[in-house]
């Protein structure tokens, strides 16, 4: 079974944060392929030197989108597109952000359950059904879930999704405060596509340095090591 891929986030408290240049370039010999970071925080030309600073460093790019409305989802596409992301994390889903990622053949994991609020809202069966709905669309990649955004029993939660998109051979994301081992531990069981790690990061939850957390957090997922 192949080990969930950690995506790096440059984001604290949703939002990229201002230094992310100084902080990518201290950590980008750390042992992770996959670094991102969202729409809001950064100027747009800022943004756009950044993903070409990733890329420069054969990182693969993730634009986490936390835009609600269809205008605002829309935008931030538009730019991730123009910043020349690989691939798109979140957005509420719409058809016509689904159409434009299909155009630019990025990969696109659309968020489940948050299309009014900054947490996941619904019943477990409610959910499902979204899932499903989008796992079978041509252009999703996968589903995007903030498990530890939702109010309810998150172990419950997950294996309904993950059951869910396994049938129709489509992968999950899990996004959105994962802090802690136990919490990596509730990763592997799931065992996604890929996982963030942002905001912990900066609270050093992991260790002390952005390079030292990374290293830390990959060998406990691949060997149960700290």
Partial sequence: MSCPELVVMLTHNDV?????????????DAPCGYWGFKEVGLPPEEMKDLVRCMKDAGKTTFMEIVAKTEEDCSKAVKLGIE????????TVYYDSILEMVKEHHITYFPFIGERYTESIRGTIEELKEEAAC??????????NVA?????????????????????VNKPLS??????????LDMVKKF?????????????????????????????????GER
């Avoid at 899990?174 to 919490?183: F, P, T, W």
């Fill in 83 to 90: 910043s020349g992301f690989d691939a798109i994390l979140g």
């Fill in 16 to 28: 990229t944060v201002k230094n992310s240049k100084e902080i990518f370039l201290e950590a980008k």
């Fill in 147 to 167: 498990a530890y955004r939702y109010d309810g029993n998150v172990e419950e939660l997950l294996t309904a999704i993950s059951d869910t998109v396994k049938k």
């Fill in 134 to 143: 989008l796992a079978e669309k041509d252009g999703v990649t996968g589903i």
């Fill in 191 to 223: 065992n996604p596509r890929t996982y963030t790690i942002g905001g912990a990061f900066f609270e050093n939850k992991f260790g002390e340095t952005f390079s030292e957390q990374i290293e830390t957090v990959q060998n406990y997922m691949k060997k």
């Fill in 174 to 183: 899990i996004v959105g405060s994962i802090n802690s081992y136990e919490r």
